[in-house]
């Protein structure tokens, strides 16, 4: 059975670090490297947005607000996606969520990891 478990988040200044991880278990290595990966966040009152994705090819994009600041990788024999964010500013407080969406069309889901960033 398929899940992905998220570890990072947690509390930092403005101007830190963090680096979120989101481990695919029980994912075998061909759905991992052909499904899309991505970062999502939700604040209270805001729709979710979508802050980092990757393709199959490695193609990446990135929501406006994080561009040059956030950074998504993945290591395929840890089957882990990565979200590096730096430069964290308040508006970045959030719950986070790791997604793959595989090639069969299903989506999967973290658990969801709160950021929040102190002024």
């Known amino acids: 059975q398929t899940q992905l478990v998220q570890s990072g988040g947690g509390l930092v200044q403005v101007g830190g670090s963090l680096r979120l991880s989101c481990k695919a278990t029980g994912m075998i290595l061909s759905t991992f490297t052909g499904s899309t990966m991505g970062w999502y966040r939700l604040t209270p009152g805001k729709e979710r947005e979508l ?62 990891t709160q950021v929040t960033v102190s002024s």
């Open 51 to 112: 802050v980092a994705s990757r393709i199959p090819g490695g193609l990446t994009n990135y929501a406006d607000s994080v561009k040059g600041r956030f950074t998504i990788s993945k290591d395929n024999n840890r089957r882990t996606v990565y979200l590096q964010m730096d430069n964290l500013q308040p508006e970045d407080t959030a719950v986070y969520y790791c997604n793959h969406h595989v090639q069969s069309g299903h989506d999967y889901w973290g658990q969801g």
